[in-house]
Antibody, heavy 119, light 110 residues
Framework: EVYLVESGGTLVQPGGSLRLSCAAS????????MDWVRQAPGKGLEWLSY????????YYADSVKDRFTVFRDNANNFLFLQMNSLRPEDTAVYYC????????????WGQGTLVTVSS | QSALTQPASVSGSPGQSITISCTGT?????????VSWYQQYPGKAPKLLIC???NRPSGVSNRFSGSKSGNTASLTISGLQADDEGNYYC??????????FGGGTKLTVL
C-alpha cells in the first residue's frame, strides 16, 4: 500500500526557515513525479511545487518561487520542501502528493503537517 | 496564476444528480486535457476522484463523472448519497507548467 508521511511542521517566526520531509513507501518512489500542496486554515487547496522523478525539473507557484525549494532523495525515498523567508500567510497544512502516471494529477496524498508562522 | 472558478456551494437531495462547474482559460482548462477533481472531508487529505478530464481511478465509484467543454470542466455526481457531502476541488495543468486549483465547492446533501 502507498504511504506518504509528512513531518517537520512547527511554529516558526516570520522570516525564519523550515524544512518539511515526506517519507514515501509502498511504491517505486524514484519512478514518480511528486508535488507539494498546502491549505491555509479554512481555505482551499493551493498547489506549490512539482519535481520530476529524477529531479531534472522543478516548478513552483508564484507565491513561493524564490523562497521555497523542492528536492528529493530517491535512494532513501524522501521528498523535501525547504522553506525560507517565511511569512504569516504561509501558515497552512502542507501535503505531499504523488503524481499519477497519467500526469498532472495527484493520486495519493499524505496526511499533512501544520506550519504556523507567527511571532 | 488565478485560481479556477467554482461555485462556492451546491446542494441536492439523496438520489438526485448535481454538477459542479470549474471555469478557467485557454491557458489551463481549455488548452490541456489535464483536469482533475478531488473530494475532501474536513480535517482529511484530499482524494482523487477524476483525472485526465473524465477518467476514474481504480476504486472510485462510477457515480462520479467528469467532462470538459471549452474552458469549463464539470464534475457530475449521480445518485447523491449522504457521504458525498464535503468539499470538491478541480485542478488543471497550465501553460506555465504549473498546476492551479479551483477555489472549492461545498456540497450539502439535504
Amino acid at each position: 500500500e502507498v504511504y506518504l508521511v509528512e513531518s517537520g511542521g512547527t511554529l516558526v517566526q516570520p522570516g525564519g526557515s523550515l524544512r518539511l520531509s515526506c517519507a514515501a513507501s509502498g511504491f517505486g518512489f524514484s519512478n514518480y513525479h511528486m508535488d507539494w500542496v498546502r491549505q491555509a486554515p479554512g481555505k482551499g487547496l493551493e498547489w506549490l511545487s512539482y519535481i520530476t522523478s529524477g529531479s531534472t525539473d522543478t516548478y513552483y507557484a508564484d507565491s513561493v518561487k524564490d523562497r521555497f525549494t523542492v528536492f528529493r532523495d530517491n535512494a532513501n525515498n524522501f521528498l523535501f520542501l525547504q522553506m525560507n523567508s517565511l511569512r504569516p500567510e504561509d501558515t497552512a497544512v502542507y501535503y505531499c502528493a504523488r503524481d499519477g502516471m497519467r500526469g498532472y494529477d495527484m493520486d495519493y496524498w499524505g496526511q499533512g503537517t501544520l506550519v504556523t508562522v507567527s511571532s | 496564476q488565478s485560481a479556477l472558478t467554482q461555485p462556492a456551494s451546491v446542494s441536492g437531495s439523496p438520489g438526485q444528480s448535481i454538477t459542479i462547474s470549474c471555469t478557467g482559460t485557454s491557458g489551463d482548462i481549455g488548452g490541456y486535457n489535464y483536469v482533475s477533481w478531488y473530494q475532501q472531508y474536513p480535517g482529511k487529505a484530499p482524494k482523487l476522484l477524476i483525472c485526465g478530464v473524465n477518467n476514474r481511478p481504480s476504486g472510485v465509484s462510477n457515480r462520479f463523472s467528469g467532462s470538459k467543454s471549452g474552458n469549463t470542466a464539470s464534475l457530475t455526481i449521480s445518485g447523491l448519497q449522504a457521504d458525498d457531502e464535503g468539499n470538491y476541488y478541480c485542478a488543471s495543468f497550465t501553460s506555465r507548467r504549473t498546476l492551479v486549483f479551483g477555489g472549492g465547492t461545498k456540497l450539502t446533501v439535504l
